[in-house]
Structures are given as structure tokens and as C-alpha cells.
């Protein structure tokens, strides 16, 4: 699963970093990362894990901040 992650992220920084990319397609991508980012918030809120909520709920809300700024900035 992680490796797999790995992979998604890498594509996904890819096509955002890459000047080739559309500026329509990178904005797109990045409204796609926000909704995921803060459907992970949600879900790692809700964890009955104690960790989770403690680490991933905080670590994924400040991506899905960072992501909607980026998505504004193009």
C-alpha cells in the first residue's frame, strides 16, 4: 500500500511541478488532492486510533490547506 502511495505521489508531483501540464489540468489535479486530503482528515478524525488521530488528522488537514493554496495559485 505504501509503495503504491509512493508511486501516486510521485505522478501527482509530477504533473503539478511540470510546466507541460495545463495550467487547467493542474488545477484539476490539485481540486482532486484537496477533496482526498480532506476526506482523509475526516476519516483519520473519526479513527479509534489514538495515534491516528493524534498524528494523521493534523498532518493531513495542513496538506489539504497547502493543496487548495496551490490550487488558488494557478
Known sequence: MSAG???LYS???VVVGSRRTPVKMRRHVLTGVTTLMGVGTVMNGISP???ERAI???TTAVLT???WRARRDF
Do not use: V
Request: charged share 0%; aromatic share 14%; glycine share 6%.
Open 5 to 7: 502511495a509512493a508511486l
Open 11 to 13: 505522478g501527482l508531483s
Open 49 to 51: 486510533s489514538w495515534p
Open 56 to 58: 494523521w488528522t493534523p
Open 65 to 67: 490547506a497547502l493543496a
